[in-house]
Every structure is written in structure tokens, then in C-alpha cells.
């Protein structure tokens, strides 16, 4: 059970309720949107808000008859959630739709909505119930994901059957204009799809770096470049901690075969350091916004006076996570080249000893040949990846709205690299830890732990080195790229 709580909200707490893990409102996020609400309902009584007394984007001059009339539901509200539901596309995974809910659900625990508590507790049924709406992969572009939402409103008012055609416990019974634009206005799924990305990218870095220094001990590399005096003088903090955990790995490897190593075994701090270092930056910005409300209008209270306001703004303009989505997208992508040379380099026997393409024989087998082909096709959809999505822009709406981050495209890009990357860690695993059991080598051989518990696992990979079907190596190889080894 996950506590939404509008204050704290973990990447690893998004992932688990994205597996099915229940949530629980706490009492004090409830008490926090309530006071949310009447503050709004205050200000809009005082001045115009922007979609509660107005239309929206280009029909914002445009002044909404009263929410309610002679007891009635003014229409706007409805009107607005069925005319932007539209999406299009695939169907998302059911684990990013529920990702994407706790996320939008701890926004509104925040207390900047002044959206009605029974819309969050709304929330709260569909996750436990796992009546989880339909939602596809296009409709967003970085300035809220209005369709993903709005289709999750006419799901949770029974106009839309959830995934499945499953029926919802609980629905509510009417949407009031003010609630239909603070719903909307979030980027919950673009940040629940990085987020996700995130976690499993955390595990795929970390074992990318005992799998290249896998690779380092088969090829007998110069730890030099390792060195405690090169750590210290490296560019960055990441790049320095990425130095000493390799040096720790490869301790003990043997004799190095080379004065100097090609730049995939030599630049490994660089390369490793850098992906780090931007994955950590992307995990602090994700971990701010699954707990701010970035509602538009966004409400609160004068400090210097207690009074309710609301603030205009454009903070829902995810610039800041289209831009560190790229980064990172660009550290893994510039990455692939070192990989695919190291996979090159074991297939060949002046780093390694051994035949060519670590074949049972020099008289033809083909060995590990194809894996280099399979390696690069994953490497080609990364790279085809790390082309920045914040660079674009679009004018939408008479004009009204002139930019967009494509946020939403960048974590899908991400999503996709994070989907081909275990393909190269995997032939990487394959060949490092063929290449060590054709030497003669076993995890005991290895002084680091790490290296041991991976060399371990990888050992079921490669029975049999005569030429051969190697699906299930790859199916295999995959599945342990993806394990947790931290523990």
C-alpha cells in the first residue's frame, strides 16, 4: 500500500504501483485539496480564472455562463472533457496508464488544483480496482497530455469502458466545469513514461558497467586508465566514481596485454560517467514533479495576507524534462559505438586469444558472427532515438499557443532506447563471458563481488560453443541485463 500524500512520492513508488500495488489518500492531502478547492471557488468569485469563468486556448476571452444555474451543471465541463479525449495510435501498456495515474493522483494531493477530493478518491478506486482507462500514445506534445486525461475523466464518468471492457466499482455522477481544466492540466503520462524509463535505465547502467568491465578482463585491458590519480582529475564527480568502480571490478584481472587500450576499453569512466551523471539529473527533476501541482491556473493562498489567488503561468511547459530526456538519450546513444566495438573486439583474436567470432573452430564456424549484426540493428534505433525532441516546436490553437517541449516524444524515444538497449548489453554479455570460459576463467577467478555474481549468471548462457541457434542466449541475456544485482 503507497500513501499519496502530495509531499513525497518515490521513482520507486511510481514503479511498484505501475506493477499493481495499491494507494491510500492520506488525511492530510484530502484536507490540503479541500482548502485548495475553496480557495479557488474565493478567487472566482473575485476575478476571472482562466477555464473555470473562461473558455480555453484561443476561446480563452470568452466568458462561461455560471457553472451552475438553477441547480444544473453547466455543460462547459463535459463539453470540455469530450471535445480534447481524443487520442490516437497504440494502446499503452497497462503498467504506464497506472504509472500515470499515481502520478496525476500525488499532483493533486499537492494542493494546487482546487479540484474536488472526490475526483482524487475517484482515482484512488480505478488503481485499487486496476480499472484502469484506455489510453494511446498520441495526443500530448509537452504542454500537458490533455487526451490521455480527459479520456481518464470519461472513464472514471462511465462514458468510456476501461481497458479490458471491465467495469468500474465506483463512477462519479456529474463533472463540474470548474474540476474538467485543472484535471487535464498535467503532464502525468509524459512524466509517468520517463519515470518508469528511469528505473529500468538505473538497473541497465549498473550492469552495463560490470559487463564492460567484463569484457575489460577478457581483453586483459590497462587499468591504468582507472588509476586513483586519473579519478581525481576527471571533469566531472560522475566520471570519477565511474573510474574507482571499475578500478574496483578489474582489480586482480591479470597482466595487461597493452601500453595503451582502444578508446571503448580506455574511455570507459567517460562513457559510463556521463551516462550516470545524466540519469541522476533526470531522477532529481522527475522526483520535484510527481509531487507538484502544475495545474493551470495554479491556486494558492497570499502569504503575505492569507487571501485566495490563483497564478497564470506556463510551468506545465515541461522545457526542463524534454531537454534532460535528450541529454540522457544523447549520453546512451553516443555510448552505442564503444559497445558495439567492444562486442567487435572479442570477436577478434588478437585481443583475445581465442578464434574468430569466439567459434568453436578457425575452419569456418561462424560462432558469435550474427550477434554483431543483431547488436548494431539495436544500436541504429537508439541512435535514431537521440535525436533531440526538444528542438521541435509546433502554433497550435489560432496562435494562442506558439511552443511546445515535445517532452511527451522525448520520453517516448527514451521508452523505445530502453526497449533496445538490453539487446546490446545482452550480446555484450554473451561474448565477454564466452571469451572468459574459453581462456579458462570462472567468477571464483574474479576478486569483486559484483563481477562474480555476473559472471555467475552469465555462465548459463554458453554451454555449447559450436555453431548453433542463439535466440534463446539473446532471450536469456536479456533477462539478466534487466535483474537487480544491487542487493
Not at 488525511?27 to 475553496?38: D, F, H, I
Amino acid at each position: 500500500m503507497i500513501e499519496i500524500d502530495g509531499i513525497k512520492l518515490s521513482l520507486v513508488d511510481v514503479a511498484t504501483v505501475a506493477s499493481g500495488a495499491e494507494v491510500r489518500l492520506t488525511p492530510e492531502a484530502q484536507s490540503r485539496m479541500e482548502a485548495s478547492r475553496q480557495a479557488a471557488r474565493e478567487t472566482a468569485r473575485r476575478r476571472p480564472v482562466y477555464g473555470r469563468s473562461t473558455g480555453v486556448g484561443a476561446n480563452r476571452s470568452i466568458v462561461l455562463p455560471q457553472n451552475r444555474t438553477g441547480g444544473q451543471a453547466s455543460p462547459h465541463g463535459l463539453n470540455l472533457l469530450r471535445s480534447h479525449a481524443a487520442d490516437a495510435g497504440a494502446t499503452l501498456g497497462r503498467e504506464v496508464v497506472r504509472a500515470m495515474l499515481v502520478v496525476r493522483l500525488s499532483q493533486l494531493a499537492a494542493g494546487a488544483a482546487g479540484i474536488d477530493p472526490a475526483i482524487a478518491e475517484a482515482l484512488v478506486h480505478v488503481l485499487n480496482d486496476d480499472t484502469i482507462p484506455e489510453v494511446r500514445e498520441f495526443g500530448g506534445i509537452g504542454t500537458a497530455d490533455l487526451p490521455a486525461l480527459a479520456g481518464t475523466a470519461l472513464t472514471l464518468l462511465g462514458e468510456r469502458l476501461p481497458m479490458g471492457g471491465k467495469q468500474l466499482r465506483a463512477r462519479l455522477s456529474d463533472w463540474d466545469t470548474a474540476d474538467a481544466l485543472p484535471f487535464i492540466s498535467s503532464n502525468a503520462l509524459t512524466i509517468a513514461r520517463a519515470a518508469l524509463s528511469h528505473q529500468v535505465l538505473d538497473r541497465l547502467l549498473y550492469n552495463a558497467t560490470t559487463i564492460s568491465a567484463m569484457s575489460f578482463s577478457a581483453m586483459s585491458g590497462n587499468p591504468e586508465a582507472f588509476s586513483p590519480a586519473v579519478a581525481a582529475a576527471a571533469d566531472t564527480e560522475a566520471v570519477s566514481e565511474a573510474a574507482d568502480t571499475l578500478r574496483s571490478l578489474v582489480e586482480g584481472h591479470g597482466t595487461p596485454a597493452r601500453i595503451q587500450d582502444p578508446y571503448c576499453l580506455r574511455t570507459l569512466p567517460q562513457v559510463l560517467g556521463s551516462q550516470s551523471e545524466e540519469l541522476s539529473s533526470l531522477g532529481k527533476l522527475l522526483a520535484r514533479v510527481v509531487v507538484s501541482g502544475h495545474e493551470n491556473p495554479m491556486v494558492h493562498r497570499s502569504q503575505a495576507d492569507g487571501t485566495s489567488d490563483v497564478s497564470h503561468h506556463g510551468l506545465f511547459q515541461m522545457t526542463n524534462l524534454a531537454r534532460r530526456l535528450d541529454a540522457l538519450q544523447l549520453a546512451v546513444g553516443s555510448a552505442c559505438a564503444t559497445n558495439l566495438r567492444r562486442i567487435d573486439l572479442l570477436c577478434d583474436p588478437a585481443y583475445t586469444g581465442l578464434n574468430r567470432f569466439l567459434a568453436a573452430d578457425d575452419a569456418g564456424q561462424s560462432g558469435v558472427m550474427i550477434l554483431e549484426y543483431v547488436a548494431a540493428a539495436a544500436a541504429g534505433r537508439i541512435r535514431a532515438n537521440s535525436h533531440p525532441a526538444s528542438l521541435q516546436t509546433v502554433v497550435l490553437s489560432l496562435g494562442a499557443e506558439e511552443d511546445a517541449s515535445f517532452a511527451s516524444e522525448a520520453a517516448a524515444q527514451l521508452e523505445s532506447t530502453v526497449q533496445a538497449l538490453p539487446t546490446i548489453l545482452s550480446i555484450e554479455l554473451i561474448c565477454a563471458v564466452r571469451a572468459l570460459r574459453l581462456q579458462g576463467r570462472s567468477a571464483e577467478d574474479f576478486k569483486s563481488l559484483r563481477l562474480r555474481r555476473m559472471m555467475a549468471a552469465g555462465i548459463e548462457l554458453d554451454s555449447e560453443i559450436g555453431d548453433r541457434d542463439l535466440r534463446d542466449d539473446l532471450d536469456l541475456g536479456r533477462e539478466i541485463t534487466l535483474r537487480d544485482f544491487t542487493d
